[in-house]
């Protein structure tokens, strides 16, 4: 048994999730771009057909999954659309443009008694799984502080183009890797309440300087004429209600060399401590045993590695849909993440620390 998949948005991240659902064992039936040519040339690879009408695809009765993979003011307005029609969906991040929206979303999904899956596909990258175990295992003991960061040497996505236009993207850097950080630290330590924010944000490469002189550019070349309205760096501090602190640092453009600082996420905890880099292939534990520090490097096994994530992703998409188990990270766990992220913005705008909106824990 196997789903029956659409995918509506055929630009980058549309074709990457076509890949993984070729790679899952469902490749996509139908994928849908308002640009007719650009949704042609994604779907020929798979064998798909490319359609333009999307009212017309939510018709169809040989779709009954939906991959929403379009610019983030679209998310919540096309998942509503595409549950109301019976489909499943699968959700990229972020959820939505505001707390207001993913409410909107989740209430969707329950009138339609559909599922809902979000697309925060860092959960699903090998070296996160593996630290989950050791976690659950209890090796690190309470852990009291965690550390998230993402950076970039030059990688500004689209400079110009809908990711660095704040009324179709939301927000720049923040909303672009924050909802990775956010999901992946509250999902590791047990989704504490978290109860304030404190965020400061820079607004710096968006200029002729960087326009010609980048290092990776996704989501498009940079259109000159274009906006830049958003923030391309972060530093953010949280305080959860258990007394765990979190730190989380991103950036589009840093013009350090890749690698000077560590990407990935630093747990601390009473018994241990871990790094790893979600894009790596490995986990680096510190800890005590028989009264002696010790180092323990847990190598993933060959061919793991985070080139594995989307297609262990839309494994579990397919799975839940066919067990018709509710998925996870859920419509709710999406919410959570928006509401911090919602509380980090504000923090930006009234330059001091700010309550996060309600409990994470709903």
Known sequence: MTIRLGIIGSGGIGQVHAQAASDAGHAARVLCDLDAQRAAEAAKPWGSESMTDVDA??????????????????????????????????????????????????????????????????????????????????????IYHARAAMYRRRGIPGLGRWFTTREQSGGGVMIDLGPHLVDLVLHMTGRPDV??????????????????????MWAGPPDPKGTFDVEDGASVQLRCANGLSISLEMAWASHLPDGTLPDGVTLFGEQGAMHFDIWGDQLLIGTEMDGEQVEVVHKLPEGEGWGTAFKRQHETFAANCISGTAPEPSGEHGRDVQRVLEAMYASVAAGASVQVGESVNA
């Open 195 to 216: 109860v304030t924010a404190n965020a400061v944000a820079t607004s710096i490469f968006g200029s002729p300087l960087y326009e010609y002189r980048f290092t990776n």
């Open 57 to 142: 695809m939510l018709a169809r009765d040989d779709v009954d999954t939906i991959v929403v993979a379009l610019p983030n003011c679209l998310h919540a307005p096309m998942a509503c659309r595409a549950l109301q029609a019976g489909k499943h969906v699968l959700l990229e991040k972020p959820m939505a443009m505001s707390v207001q929206e993913c409410e909107e979303v989740i209430a969707a999904r329950d009138a339609a008694n559909r599922l809902l899956q979000v697309g925060f596909v860092c959960r699903f990258a090998a070296t996160v799984q593996a630290a989950m175990r050791f976690i659950e295992s209890g090796r690190l003991g309470r």
